[in-house]
C-alpha cells in the first residue's frame, strides 16, 4: 500500500494519537524483542553485541570479537539516505550503517517495529554480569540497596531488561536517596560486564504525621473546660545505620493526657522476604462517658454528685510484634500480637440518663490493673495511583483480632472489620470521585479504647489520636436519632462519597491543591442499643445512624500531605439535636 | 506525664478563646503565605518546560507530492549531564513527536515522529544509534557524542505529511515535544503502585497526614520522560522542489 493511500485514510488527530503511542511502545517495544531482526545482516555481524543466548543459561562463555568494530581511527561512512547527511561525521565508526529504504511500502504514521515487519528492529543487547557494585552509599549498606535490584552475578544482563529502570525506580522510592543511576563497565573478559549502582543518599528523617485541633473535654472530675487545644506528632528515621530498618516514634499531647510510640519495622527479616515491625505504647489518658445528668459516686457511703461526665483516668503500657509479607505489588499480609497492661480507675458508681430512663455508666473496662492480650491479621489491597490525592484504584483491607484468653488476657472479644475504598477519575477537568464503605463487628468483653467510637466516623469531632479521645461530645444528631446517646459501640458502619476538583498542580513546594467536599452516613451502635433502645426514642429514630460531611482542602506538598477542613469547626456550631434529656454540649 | 499545672490555675475563658483563633488564624496565614509563595516558585519552576520557539522549514516535494519537514535542530535538549550517561551502557531514547498545522489554525493537518535509540556498548567503545522514522529505521555506529547529537537531535528531511493533507501555498509550522527517556504509560503506573507501597521500607503508612513527605516528593519526578521540552516553529512557506527531476 502506498503512503498516498495510507494517508488519504488516516484522519490527522488520529494519526497523531497513533503516532505518540507508537513513540511510547516503541521506547519499549524493543525491550521485550528477543532476537534481533535486521534486514541487511545477521545479528552476530553487529560488532559489540555479545552472542544472544537463552535466559536461563548461566555465565555463558565470553562471544567472540566483532568482525568489524568501530574504531575511532576509521573514518565514518557517510549516511546515504536523505537526511542527516549534510554534515560530516567526527569519529566515524569502520562498521557500515544498516538502513532500510525510506518510504517504501506505507505505514508511515507508525514505526513500530511490531506493527511494521518489514523493518529492521534493535539488537537486543545482552551480557554476562561479572557483578554488582555499589558506591555513593556512605551510610546505607550495599546488601540494603541489592535487595531492591533481581541481578547477580552470573545472570544474563539484557540492557533493554524493563527490570533495570523498575529497579531504580525501586531504589529511589525507598526514601533512601536523592538520585540513583544505572551503568555497565567492562569485566575482566570480553562478554562480561559489572553492574555499577551509584546512590546519592539523602536525609532519612521524615515526618509522617502532624495533628492539631481543638475539642471540647473536661476535668478529671467531670467538669466541662472550655475549648482546650490538642497535638500529635510522628517522626521517623526509615534507615537507621544503613540497614533499611525504620524506628519511628509518636506523640500526642493534649491537657491531662499523653500517649507515646515506638515502633520499627524490618523489611527483610533475616534477610528474607518476611518483614517484622514492632511497637511499645504507653498512653496515660482519660475518656469521657456519659449523656445527661451525670452522677457519680467517687467513695462508697457518699452520696452521688453531679457532674458533666463521668471520666476514666487509665495507663496502657505494652506492645504488638508483627510479621508480614507480601503477597503481590499491592496486596500485603500482616500478622500482630499485642500484650499491654491496663491500670484504670473511674467512678465507683456513676449513672446518666440515657434517653429518659437513669441508667448506670458502662466504662467497659476492668477497674485496676488488667491485661489485654490480642492476635490480629490484616490483608491489604492496595492500588491507588498516589497515595495522597489518588485518582484512581482501590484501597481496601480486611482485619480481624481475637482477643487471647488463655494467654492471661482479661479481655476476650473478636472483631471483624471491612473497609474499602474507590478513587474514579471523572471525565471533566480531573475530577475525582471517591465512595468509601467501611463495616466492623466486635462480640465479646472489647475495653472501650478498642470499640468503635463515634468521632472515628464524624467528621465534626476530632478523631482519636494514637488511641486518645480529646472530647467529651457526643455525635451532633442531625438525624434526630438515638446516635446523641452512643459513644462507644461493638457495631459500625460507614458509607461516603467525596469529590474533588483539582484547582493547583505544581512540581515544586506544593504538588497539587484540591477542593474537597464530603459526605456520608454512619451508624455506631453498642448491644444495648439493639437490644433496649433508650427510652424516648420510636420508630426510626431508634437505630443510631447520622450524617457527617467535610468541606476544605487537600494540599499535597513538598513537605507531606496536608488536609485544611472546616468540619472541625463546623462541630463547634450548635446546631446539633439534643437527646430527649437534653445532651450535653 | 501529662501535668496537671493547666488545671490548678485555668486561663480566663475569654482569653484561651482568644488563643485557639489566633493559632488558627496563624494557621491558615502562614498556609496562605506559602501557597502563594509556591504559587511564584511554580512559575519559576514551569519557565524551562514552556514551548520554545524553533527554527525549521518545510520542502515539499513536487514529484512524490511528501512534506518534509527539515532543519530541525535540538542539541540543546542533551546537556552535559545528559551527554554524560550515554556511556552508561544502558539505551536512552530520544523522541521528537510533532504535529503540522496550518499557520493560524489549531487542527492538526498532519504528524510526524523521530525515535532515537542510543546504546554505549561497552567492549566497543561506541554508540550503537537506532533512528526511526515513519516508515524506516536505519542503524549506525558513532565512537562520539557528536556523531551521536548529529543523528538524533538534527531533523532532516522527516516526512510530516503529504499532499492529501497539506493544501498547497500556506503557511505552516509544527508544534510537538522532544522527550529524552519516555516513560511508558504500564511501567508509569507500575513504578507508581510500588512506590505507593514501599512495604519493602516500612514507612510511613498511606493515609497519614504527611505520607507523601517522601513518596510525594519521589512520585512528582516520575513524569511522561526524563527531560521533554514542548516546541513550536515559526510558520513557513514550504519550500518545493522535484525530486524527480533532480
Known sequence: ?585 | MASNSAEATPLPWRATRRGHWLVVALTWLVVLLSAGNARAQEAQDQEPTDTVTRDARFEFDEGTGLLYLDGLLFRDIIDPALQSKLTRGLPTTIVLSAAIYRAGTPTPLSTTVQSCKVTWHVWEEAYFVEVTRPGSTRSSWTTTVEGVLRRCTEIHRLLAGDLTQIPRGVELLAAGKIQVNPVSAELLQKIKRWVMRPSATGTAAPGDALFSTFTGLFLQRIGDAERQQKFTTRPSLPVVFNSKNQ
Not at chain 1, 552472542?51 to 543459561?57: D, Y
Not at chain 1, 528492529?121 to 540497596?145: H, I
Request: charged share 20%; net charge neutral; with cysteine.
Open chain 1, 1 to 585: 500500500m502506498g503512503v498516498h493511500r495510507v494517508l488519504r485514510h488516516v484522519r490527522p488527530a488520529l494519526a497523531f494519537a497513533l503516532a505518540l503511542v507508537c513513540v511510547a511502545r516503541r521506547g519499549h517495544a524493543q525491550d521485550v524483542v528477543s532476537a534481533p531482526v535486521n534486514v541487511t545482516e545477521p545479528p552476530a555481524a553487529h560488532p559489540g553485541t555479545p552472542a544472544p543466548a537463552p535466559p536461563g543459561v548461566a555465565a555463558p562463555a565470553p562471544p567472540a570479537p566483532p568482525a568489524a568494530p568501530p574504531s575511532a581511527a576509521a573514518p565514518e561512512k557517510p549516511a546515504v539516505d536523505t537526511w542527516g547527511t549534510d554534515d560530516a561525521p567526527a569519529a566515524p565508526p569502520a562498521a557500515p550503517e544498516k538502513t532500510t529504504e525510506e518510504v517504501p511500502a506505507g505505514d508511515i504514521t507508525c514505526p513500530c517495529p511490531s506493527d511494521d515487519k518489514k523493518a529492521p528492529t534493535s539488537q537486543s543487547v545482552r551480557y554476562t554480569l561479572e557483578g554488582v557494585e555499589v558506591r555513593g552509599n556512605t551510610r546505607t549498606r550495599a546488601r540494603v540497596v541489592l535487595r531492591f535490584v533481581p541481578f547477580k552475578q552470573g545472570d544474563i544482563f539484557d540492557v533493554d531488561d524493563p527490570e533495570v529502570e523498575l529497579s531504580r525506580y525501586r531504589l529511589l522510592g525507598t526514601g533512601f536517596f536523592r538520585d540513583v543511576q544505572f551503568s555497565l563497565r567492562k569485566g575482566s573478559s570480553r562478554g562480561l560486564v559489572v553492574l555499577v549502582i551509584d546512590v546519592v543518599e539523602r536525609n532519612t528523617v521524615v515526618l509522617n504525621d502532624v495533628r492539631m485541633g481543638i475539642s471540647a473535654d473536661a476535668d478529671t472530675q467531670g467538669n466541662r473546660r472550655p475549648l482546650t487545644a490538642y497535638a500529635g506528632l510522628d517522626a521517623a528515621e526509615t534507615n537507621l545505620l544503613g540497614t533499611g530498618i525504620t524506628l519511628g516514634g509518636a506523640m500526642a499531647v493534649a491537657q491531662n493526657q499523653l500517649a507515646l510510640r515506638v515502633r520499627f519495622l524490618d523489611p527483610a527479616f533475616l534477610g528474607s522476604s518476611w518483614m517484622t515491625n514492632g511497637t511499645l505504647l504507653y498512653n496515660d489518658a482519660k475518656d469521657f462517658f456519659g449523656n445527661a445528668g451525670v452522677l457519680r459516686t467517687d467513695d462508697p457511703g457518699t452520696m452521688g454528685s453531679n457532674s458533666d461526665s463521668a471520666v476514666v483516668n487509665y495507663k496502657r503500657f505494652g506492645g504488638s510484634l508483627g510479621i508480614g509479607r507480601d503477597l503481590s505489588i499491592s496486596t500485603q499480609f500482616w500478622l500482630n500480637y499485642r500484650l499491654e497492661t491496663i491500670d484504670a480507675n473511674y467512678p465507683l458508681e456513676a449513672s446518666h440518663l440515657r434517653g429518659f430512663r437513669r441508667e448506670p455508666i458502662d466504662f467497659d473496662i476492668v477497674r485496676g490493673r488488667s491485661v489485654l492480650s490480642t492476635l490480629r491479621a490484616t490483608l491489604e489491597h492496595d492500588t491507588r495511583d498516589h497515595p495522597f490525592l489518588p485518582t484512581r484504584g482501590w484501597h481496601a483491607s480486611v482485619t480481624a483480632e481475637v482477643g487471647l484468653l488463655p494467654f492471661a488476657s482479661d479481655y476476650d472479644y473478636q472483631r471483624f472489620e471491612v473497609s474499602a475504598s474507590h478513587w474514579w477519575h471523572l471525565p471533566w477537568h480531573d475530577h475525582v470521585l471517591r465512595l468509601e464503605l467501611f463495616g466492623g463487628a466486635i462480640s465479646g468483653n472489647a475495653p472501650f479504647f478498642e470499640q468503635y467510637y463515634i468521632g472515628d466516623f464524624s467528621d465534626f469531632l476530632p478523631s482519636r489520636v494514637l488511641g486518645v479521645n480529646f472530647d467529651r461530645r457526643p455525635a451532633p444528631n442531625f438525624l434526630g436519632t438515638d446516635i446523641v446517646e452512643v459513644r462507644y459501640g461493638k457495631y459500625a458502619f460507614k458509607i461516603a462519597g467525596e469529590y474533588r476538583i483539582p484547582l493547583f498542580r505544581g512540581h515544586r513546594s506544593i504538588y497539587g491543591i484540591d477542593l474537597f467536599g464530603s459526605a456520608g452516613i454512619y451508624g455506631v451502635a453498642g448491644d444495648r442499643d439493639i437490644s433496649s433502645p433508650p427510652v424516648g426514642y420510636s420508630g426510626l429514630s431508634q437505630i443510631p445512624v447520622d450524617l457527617t460531611g467535610n468541606l476544605g482542602f487537600r494540599m499535597d506538598t513538598s513537605a507531606g500531605g496536608f488536609v485544611f477542613a472546616f468540619s472541625n469547626v463546623f462541630g463547634f456550631v450548635p446546631v446539633r439535636g439534643k437527646g430527649p434529656a437534653g445532651g450535653q454540649q
